[in-house]
């Protein structure tokens, strides 16, 4: 093989191997869970950790609330539960602009903005909205990056609290869903539910 | 014995350039330059397909899979699947007779690369089977032998794939030179055709079992385009251009004459056959529709240029088919498809011209020699044989080397021991740049036994030619 | 007219494959006169007696509690699936090809080696029946097969017919697997705005029944309790079942590659979900 025929033939096929290498990097990375969840916890001022990039898609067009008014749709947020849940990996400290009034539990009240977080499906800044000494709002508002990336990271499970679930009462659900396989134990406790349900 | 047209022991002083011969010199020069890009341009491309069957891999996250045993080696099975399937599907495309490949390299040159892609795309889809049966094997805790059982009877395409790995085995071995040898062509043809078989039951499992290529993927798209492809070259190029060509040109045989010791010269005549001119020297596949004659097809170079209502072909006695070809009647019908091989005027990148031809080599040569760009004294002839008897066709080129200003050697005796293996005994201490003083500015056409070939290539490059200028057509089937 | 008047809702439970199958079905109130609900009892009398058949029939062949089933038969070894019957082969080919897209995690085979299809029959039997109950002509309904749920239309036929509200979705509890009597939330199904319908949830546990699932690493499964969410139940239950078997690595190769949602319950206790399983931003 002549020397310009090998240095083409090596060139393009190092080249659509990167080219394919770098389009399944992306997918793989899209593909994995990014296990992190918020922590927010109570007695430090201005501190949420970020790094949660659960929160939707759809969130890049929300606008800073204020208050108590809870409109975003990230919700990563926990309100005033105070507890520390899951695995946190990466907290960024942040320093806080807003009104400050002083509360008996520490917390200031206002709306606090965390410092822009570079995450690898964008830039996520993390504001948190103290109202009465608790924490009533955790928000994403600002998330860049692009959408696909964003939409991928919609279907991924990560985790959560007990409190962040659809909350239901066996009252409003209409039917169970078990690991139940014994209709002994079905019986006993499921079917239970369900009547109950309607009765 | 040795006998010279011009000169006679010693090759003559060069001769003075002529100023008529720069533009040609540039034309073919320029030619030679495109010619050697699109061969570089189709190696890359070659390659790259290669590289593009792993990619797809890679494009679907394939590098994630590489973090254990298991899914190492399933991929590891799949990769070598990839680039096996593309090896054949690259050899299908120079077995095709495209023009763009035949008109770049060359029919030999892509047969000989299509011979040596064979085993390395054997041994791949076997380590494709191989390793997908462990690493499956792995994933459901069973021994490979007994995961290719369970794969067999579940899976709905596979018992195919496994027939087709089959079929490819049959195919390669048949095809390995010590097996070849030992069975009649005709029975390598027909294990050959097996090929087809091989790929199509190969292709079903692919699309079924192939997450990669499962619905929706763009994998899917690449490789069914790809196949595409190389069904339309082949439904165009062997199937449709042979019978469009038969067609057009309805050739059949005039008369059969003698051409010396075991050799006949077949002449024939048909329409249009003008628009073959130019085709002198490259090879046609001519198939003699006559009872017992018809099923068999034989490469043949023309013996004479192409004119109007006149084609001729030499051919010598060497296997069952030709010998039968010795008694062909006036008045047969024949198909034909080409022209094919390199071994014509398009090749030319230098003003002068060489023709080295052994035996019934000399044929195409003389083909040549009718209408090849030179002017005169800047083509030299070498023929070479062991006997006057095989100087085949001899005094016609004598004639024509004389009307067009060609000088002619004719070098007959026993093999030389020492020096150079191409010319006889009694010429040992000569080289190829002895008979021909402006060699470094010419083509070099050599047709002829490959052994004897080889030498005379091996003589010229020596003499500082580069591989443009160097033309050869395998003479010994 | 009163707002929100409540459909006629029935439920009928019969016994099939070891466990309860429950469906319930709402039917509109005519507003011609008089319907006590009795038309929509009859009704579905009438299907539960066809998807009673439809789950018996897929019971015969693959039950292995049954000596003279077909299934039976294959992990005796009495019957090559070679030359088993066409249906039996069908169920395994999908049971393979499920496998394989699982890389593994689902399996139809029990490590002793004995074909065990059991976990995907249920699933299909669910899905016929929900086929059959759509032949009968009903629209609104809920089936539950031992916690594997496949629903249709609302259970309030009559806000959608009224032009009202939006039919409000079927509501689906999951058990919380630490504490059975009580849920851990409730999934809206074929409801959820802005997303594929999802009419089907399964729930699969490594605690209860535990030698139906095998951790793909050999070790302790990660999983307690999954519950998936998908467009149709067989989809819904594999993946369930592959994701207590394969832990981590598999849920996140579930979320990547199918349309679902997911919510797993770790063995500490802790949740992981996709944001189906969330609780929409309260207000």
């Known amino acids: 093989m002549r020397a310009r025929a090998a240095a083409a033939a090596a060139l393009a096929s190092f080249g659509i191997l990167a080219i394919g290498w770098q389009a399944g990097a992306q997918s793989i990375e899209a593909s994995k869970v990014t296990g992190v969840t918020n922590s927010a916890t109570n007695g430090n001022a201005g501190t949420a950790s970020s790094g949660s990039t659960t929160s939707s898609g759809s969130s890049a067009s929300n606008t800073s609330a204020a208050g108590a008014s809870s409109s975003g749709t990230g919700g990563s947020g926990t309100t005033g539960s105070g507890g520390t849940s899951g695995s946190s990996t990466s907290s960024s400290g942040s320093t806080s602009s807003g009104s400050q009034a002083s509360t008996s539990s520490g917390l200031k009240n206002g709306s606090f903005t965390g410092t822009a977080e570079e995450t690898r499906y964008g830039i996520v800044q993390v504001q948190v909205v103290v109202s009465g000494g608790k924490i009533t709002d955790v928000q994403t508002p600002q998330l860049t990056g692009d959408d696909m990336r964003s939409d991928m990271i919609n279907s991924e499970a990560a985790p959560i609290l007990r409190s962040e679930v659809l909350q239901a009462q066996s009252a409003n659900v209409d039917t169970v869903s078990g690991a139940t396989y014994t209709s002994e134990g079905y019986v006993a406790s499921l079917q239970a539910a369900l009547n109950a349900a309607h009765a | ?477 | 007219m009163p707002e929100n008047q409540p459909a006629n809702l029935n439920a009928r439970t019969f016994l099939a494959m070891g466990t309860v199958v429950s469906l319930s079905a709402a039917f509109a109130p005519r507003p011609d006169a008089g319907d006590d609900g009795g038309d929509g009892a009859r009704r579905l009398d009438a299907a539960v007696r066809v998807i009673e058949a439809d789950f018996a029939t897929l019971e015969d062949r693959f039950s292995l509690f049954r000596e003279d089933s077909e299934a039976s038969a294959l992990a005796r070894g009495v019957l090559r699936l070679a030359n088993a019957s066409a249906e039996t082969r069908a169920v395994y080919t999908d049971a393979i090809e499920w496998r394989r897209r699982t890389h593994g995690a689902f399996t139809p085979e029990r490590p002793d080696g004995v074909l065990d299809l059991s976990g995907i029959v249920k699933a299909r039997a669910i899905a016929e029946a929900g086929r059959s109950l759509v032949a009968l002509g009903l629209t609104d309904w809920c089936l539950n097969a031992g916690g594997d749920v496949l629903v249709a239309g609302t259970p309030s036929p009559s806000n959608a017919t009224s032009g009202g509200d939006a039919a409000r979705p079927w509501l689906a509890g999951v058990v919380d697997p630490e504490d059975r009597r009580t849920l851990l939330g409730a999934y809206p199904l074929a409801g959820a705005p802005g997303c594929v319908a999802r009419r089907a949830l399964a729930t699969s546990g490594s605690a209860e029944r535990g030698d139906h699932i095998w951790a793909v690493s050999g070790g302790a499964p990660e999983f307690m309790q999954v519950s998936v969410a998908a467009a149709d139940i067989e989809t819904a239950d594999v993946l369930a079942t592959a994701i207590v078997a394969g832990g981590r690595e598999m849920l996140d190769l579930a979320t990547a590659q199918w349309d679902v949602d997911v919510l797993a319950v770790t063995n500490d206790g802790g949740l992981l979900a996709t944001p189906g399983f969330r609780a929409p931003h309260a207000a």
């Open chain 2, 1 to 477: 014995m040795t006998t010279a047209f011009r000169s006679a022991e010693r090759p003559a002083p060069p001769p003075r350039p002529r100023p008529g011969s720069n533009a040609l010199a540039r034309e073919l020069r320029q030619r030679g330059r495109r010619r050697l890009l699109r061969e570089d341009f189709l190696t890359m491309l070659a390659w790259a397909s290669g590289a593009a069957s792993v990619a797809l891999y890679l494009a679907d996250g394939g590098a994630a899979q590489f973090n254990n045993l298991t899914t190492a080696t399933t991929s590891i099975g799949i990769i070598a699947g990839l680039i096996g399937t593309d090896l054949v599907l690259v050899m299908l495309l120079l077995a095709a007779r495209i023009p763009l490949i035949d008109g770049t390299v060359g029919h030999d040159r892509a047969m000989e690369i299509h011979g040596k892609l064979g085993k390395p795309a054997l041994y791949l889809i076997l380590a494709h089977m191989v390793f997908l049966l462990i690493g499956y094997g792995l994933t459901d805790r069973l021994n490979p032998f007994a995961e290719g059982v369970s794969m067999w009877n579940s899976l709905p395409d596979m018992w195919i794939a496994f027939i087709s790995t089959v079929l490819f085995i049959l195919v390669v071995v048949t095809s390995l030179v010590a097996v070849r040898r030992r069975y009649p062509y005709e029975f390598w043809y027909v294990v050959h055709l097996l090929t087809y078989a091989a790929v199509l039951t190969a292709l079903p499992h692919q699309f079924s079992e192939g997450q990669l290529f499962s619905p929706g993927q763009w994998q899917r798209w690449y490789w069914i385009v790809f196949y595409l492809v190389v069904l339309a070259a082949l439904l165009r190029y062997r199937i449709w251009a042979p019978i469009a060509l038969t067609f057009r040109h309805q050739l059949s045989v005039t008369r059969v004459v003698s051409a010396g010791d075991g050799a006949v010269s077949i002449e024939l005549t048909g329409l249009r056959l003008e628009e073959l001119t130019g085709a002198g020297g490259r090879f046609f596949i001519w198939r003699f529709l006559a009872p017992r004659l018809w099923w068999h097809h034989h490469p043949f170079s023309l013996s004479a240029d192409p004119a109007a209502g006149r084609l001729r072909i030499t051919v010598r006695n060497l296997g069952k088919g030709s010998a039968a070809l010795m008694a062909v009647k006036p008045g047969t019908k024949v198909a034909v498809s080409g022209p094919y091989g390199l071994f014509g005027h398009a090749a030319r990148t230098r003003p002068g011209l060489v023709l080295v031809g052994s035996g019934i080599g000399i044929t195409p040569l003389r083909a040549i020699l009718e209408r090849a760009e030179f002017e005169p004294g800047e083509a030299t002839v070498i023929l070479r044989a062991s006997t006057p008897e095989t100087l085949y066709l001899r005094d016609e080129i004598a004639e024509l080397c004389r009307q067009r200003g060609a000088t002619m050697y004719e070098l007959i005796g026993q093999r030389a021991r020492h020096g150079n293996p191409w010319l006889p005994r009694h010429q040992t201490g000569l080289a190829l740049s002895n008979y021909v003083p402006n060699l470094k500015a010419s083509d070099v056409y050599v047709c002829g036994p490959k052994k004897w070939a080889d030498a005379v290539l091996k003589d010229a490059k020596s003499a500082g030619l580069s591989d443009e200028q160097l033309h050869h057509e395998r003479f010994d089937w």
